[in-house]
């Protein structure tokens, strides 16, 4: 049976492992399942009585090591140093 969400849930549902990556309706097995799976750890979340158990100890398979690479910040320029004058 078809998982029914609102699209607009959907979108905003996500994995809540730290990566907090998106999530799809079914599983790659069965797109059909009543589950949401993570879009990047692969952690199948069951849909009960239409209602998502987003908890990792319900989830299952998956890989708990994904993480999402850490972002780097912007290089900052160094500010010129500007010599001091003498009066």
Known sequence: MAV??????????ACPADHHAPLVVGTPDDPEADALTCTLCGRRFPVRDGIPVLLLDEAVGGDETATVPPTVPPTVPPTPTVPATEP
Request: charge should be negative; aromatic fraction near 0%.
């Open 4 to 13: 029914r969400l609102d699209p607009v849930l959907v979108d905003v549902l």
